[in-house]
């Protein structure tokens, strides 16, 4: 089991070709991901082109997950021949969907499935599933799962306020694939800072990005971006925090700290202080709300101590991110 970040073709447009997944496979190399997430489509090509995507895959050094429907995975017949061939072909993880209610029979079937993955070292996240009930403390391959209204939901009218009650509802309950940061329409009434603080606020060991990976490399704050880990070693909940108001998190990697903030709709000023940072000097890269623009990030580089308190402008539905280095790095 390795935690990690992961492009994907669905959200946001791009190539649904057998050459336009090569092609978003690289796009993940690029960024330093560690996965791609590839659906249904696969299930088109032929052997030979399964080869061909697989070892170019390898070769760019980017881990391969592949959609299934769960109704295809009705039997442990079927659920073995499927992760047979997931072994077979060196496929890291599979995206199971469309289990869509609770009865003892699909409840069975989850757990049939993870075992069945488990023995032949296959990671698993489950879409258009109930949410966590722990199963992960079992099934640690078990990256993550849906049972979120994430940004796959087209048609909800705005998410400010939505997405500043998550990490107080949903989250407690466990990891979950919203599938954040997506620049185009889908965001809807957030800005592109808030859309970035998500990738902080919101957990999921498997953090698959729903924007097109070319728009993440030319976005502005790409190089925070790129540094976003899907794994926390603390997390420090803010005061300023309120249930559909702000989520603001502190949460450390290492010796790196980040802060996201996701603000609901009303616009505020929020001040943080530092003092979780501990001793010495960091390195701050800070990403802001630009006042006129949604669509658009002021990204600033400055030096700070714990000592220090940040002010932040967070219009409605805005956010914010920032990250905390120690040394060289800024």
């Given amino acids: 089991m390795r935690p990690g970040r ?17 092609a978003f496979t690289r796009l993940g190399r690029q960024l330093g991901f560690e996965y791609h997430v590839v659906e249904g489509l696969w299930q088109r ?21 592949l959609w299934k429907d769960s109704r295809a995975l009705a039997t442990v017949a079927d659920q073995r021949a499927f992760f047979d061939l997931c072994r077979a072909l060196g ?23 993870l075992r069945e993955s488990a023995a032949r070292h296959i990671m698993v996240s489950f879409h258009g599933a109930n949410k966590p009930t722990g199963e992960a403390r079992t099934w640690p391959h078990e990256l993550t799962r849906e049972g979120v209204y994430g940004l796959e939901h087209r048609g909800a009218p705005a998410w400010a306020r939505h997405n500043a009650t998550l990490p107080f509802t949903r989250y ?19 800005s592109w ?11 999921s060991p498997a953090l698959v990005f729903g924007g097109h990976p070319q728009s993440l490399l030319d976005n502005p704050a790409v190089d925070l971006i790129m540094s976003l880990p899907p794994v926390w070693d603390e ?25 996201g903030v996701v603000n609901g709709p009303e616009a505020r000023t929020l001040r943080i202080d530092l003092g979780f940072l501990g001793g ?13 623009d949604p669509a658009a990030v002021l990204v600033e580089r400055a030096t700070t101590t714990a000592g220090t308190e940040l002010t932040i402008q967070l219009r409605g539905a805005g956010g914010f991110v920032a990250r905390f280095t120690t040394g060289d790095r800024d």
């Fill in 6 to 22: 992961a492009v994907w073709r669905f959200l946001d447009g791009g190539d649904n070709t057998f050459e336009g997944m090569k």
């Fill in 45 to 65: 090509w032929t052997d030979e082109q399964l080869r061909e995507f697989m070892a170019d895959a390898k070769a760019q050094g980017v881990g391969i997950w």
């Fill in 91 to 113: 496929v890291v993880g599979a995206k199971i969907d469309f289990f869509d209610h609770e009865s003892k029979e699909m409840i069975d079937r989850y757990q049939s499935i």
């Fill in 172 to 190: 407690l309950a466990g990891a979950a694939d919203y599938t954040p940061v997506v620049f185009g329409e889908r965001r809807k009434d957030t």
């Fill in 193 to 203: 800072a808030h859309q970035i603080a998500t990738a902080v606020v919101f957990t």
């Fill in 235 to 259: 997390t420090v909940v803010l005061p300023g925090s309120e249930i559909g108001e702000v989520a603001a998190f502190a949460r450390r990697r290492g010796r790196t700290w980040f802060v």
């Fill in 280 to 292: 010495g000097g960091y390195h701050a890269l800070l990403v802001r709300d630009t006042p006129a």
